[in-house]
C-alpha cells in the first residue's frame, strides 16, 4: 500500500495569510490526526478526524481547524498566519478503532515571514 | 490532559553499547504506548509499541518495557549501531480516540 502522503512539502508565506495544507491517507484508513512538530514545543497533537468528523482536538487556537472528506482526505487550515506559526506539520493516519497504530506522511515545512 | 516526560534529552553512546531511554505518563487510562524514531529531515517512523496488557514486548535489538503502576516505559537498544543516531520519542494514547501525547524526545548519537 502507498504511505501517507502530504502536499505541499514546503511553504512559505506572510504574516496575516492563510495556509492549506493537504493529507491522503494509507488506503482504507479513516483516521487522520494532524501534528505541530516545532524545536521549542516538540510534538504536539491540533487535531484528529473520523469518518468526516472532528472526534478530538488540541490547545490550540481557533485559527487552526480541519475538515475531513468522504474519501478520507484531511486538510488543515491556518487563517491569520503568525510567525510562531513556522513549523513542520505532520499528519498521521490509522485504520479505523481508537489505539490504533498510526502511520505519519513526510509533513509539510511552513515558513511564515 | 495526558502529560508525557521523557530522558533524557540526549543520549552518546560507543557503538555495540546498550541505550536506554525511559519515559512516564500521567494519565492512568493510557493504554497504548508507541516508540518512534525520527531521523534529520525525515517523518517519525515507528520502530516498536507496546499495549497496556503487556509488560514486555522484543523486536530484535529493541525492546520496550512498561510498568503501569508506576506509569512509565522504557526503550532499550541493545548492541546499538551508527544507524541507530536519530531522535526518538516516546508517546503514550488514551481511549478517545487517536491522539498520542508525546515525549520530548532523546536525540541518540552513536560513535563508531
Known amino acids: 500500500k502507498a504511505g501517507v502522503t502530504q502536499t505541499p512539502r514546503y511553504l512559505i508565506k506572510t504574516r496575516g495569510q492563510q495556509v492549506t495544507l493537504s493529507c491522503s491517507p494509507i488506503s482504507g484508513h479513516r483516521s487522520v490526526s494532524w501534528y505541530q512538530q516545532t524545536p521549542g514545543q516538540g510534538l504536539q497533537f491540533l487535531f484528529e478526524?473520523?469518518?468526516?468528523?472532528?472526534?478530538n482536538k488540541g490547545n490550540f487556537p481557533g485559527r487552526f481547524s480541519g475538515r475531513q472528506f468522504s474519501n478520507s482526505r484531511s486538510e488543515m487550515n491556518v487563517s491569520t498566519l503568525e510567525l510562531g506559526d513556522s513549523a513542520l506539520y505532520l499528519c498521521?493516519?490509522?485504520?479505523?478503532?481508537?489505539?490504533?497504530?498510526?502511520?505519519f506522511g513526510p509533513g509539510t515545512r511552513l515558513l511564515v515571514l | 490532559g495526558e502529560n508525557v516526560e521523557q530522558h533524557p534529552s540526549t543520549l552518546s553512546v560507543q557503538e555495540g553499547d546498550s541505550a536506554v531511554i525511559k519515559c512516564t505518563y500521567s494519565?492512568?487510562?493510557?493504554?497504548?504506548f508507541p516508540w518512534y524514531k525520527q531521523e534529520l529531515g525525515k517523518r517519525p517512523q515507528l520502530i516498536i509499541d507496546i499495549r497496556s496488557n503487556v509488560g514486555e514486548k522484543k523486536d530484535q535489538r529493541i525492546a520496550v518495557t512498561l510498568n503501569k503502576t508506576a506509569k512509565h516505559f522504557s526503550l532499550h537498544i541493545t548492541e546499538t549501531q551508527p544507524e541507530d543516531s536519530a531522535v526518538y520519542f516516546c508517546a503514550a494514547m488514551g481511549t478517545a480516540g487517536n491522539k498520542l501525547t508525546f515525549g520530548g524526545g532523546t536525540r541518540v548519537l552513536v560513535k563508531p
Open positions: 494519565d492512568s487510562a493510557s493504554n497504548y
Open positions: 498521521a493516519s490509522s485504520s479505523m478503532t481508537a489505539g490504533e497504530t498510526q502511520y
Open positions: 478526524y473520523f469518518s468526516e468528523t472532528q472526534r
